[in-house]
């Protein structure tokens, strides 16, 4: 069953345009494989999906980059491979001119729907 999309979290990524328009895209599709079912809205000015009702996670693009947020605990793995696009505050950025690693971006959705304690919806 594909997840339900929100017009508004179309039009926050049609205003942003060519290399971050697109990596906005791959971090929607990719979070919506590591949170199933998710629901799309504008939260905090930023795509989120929710679960049940609890924001599970949020992305958003800027001039030079794209972030996902929060920063979940993860594994011993996660945190080291997070180390060089921590940015504070819970926040990983992901720089436009260097590889989009969405199998980072998967764990980190993943992990944060696990520690939101909610399971996917059907």
């Not at 205003?15 to 971090?27: N, S």
């Not at 809205?41 to 996670?57: C, D, E, R, W």
């Not at 949020?58 to 605990?73: D, I, L, N, Q």
């Not at 969405?102 to 993943?110: E, F, I, K, N, P």
Request: aromatic share 10%; net charge negative; charged share 20%.
């Amino acid at each position: 069953m594909s997840s339900p999309r929100s017009a508004e979290v179309d039009a926050y990524i049609e205003t942003h345009v060519g290399e971050v328009h697109d990596r906005l895209l791959a971090l929607r599709e990719t979070l919506h494989r590591a949170v199933p079912g998710a629901l799309e809205k504008i939260s905090y000015g930023v795509p989120t999906l929710s679960v049940a009702g609890k924001n599970v996670v949020h992305f958003g693009g800027f001039k030079a980059h794209v972030s996902v947020y929060p920063v979940p605990t993860g594994d011993e793995a996660f945190a080291a491979d997070i180390v060089v696009y921590w940015a504070g505050r819970g926040t990983l950025k992901f720089p436009i001119n260097a590889p989009l690693p969405l199998d980072l971006v998967y764990r980190q959705g993943a992990f944060l729907l696990a520690e939101r304690g909610v399971l996917p919806e059907a």
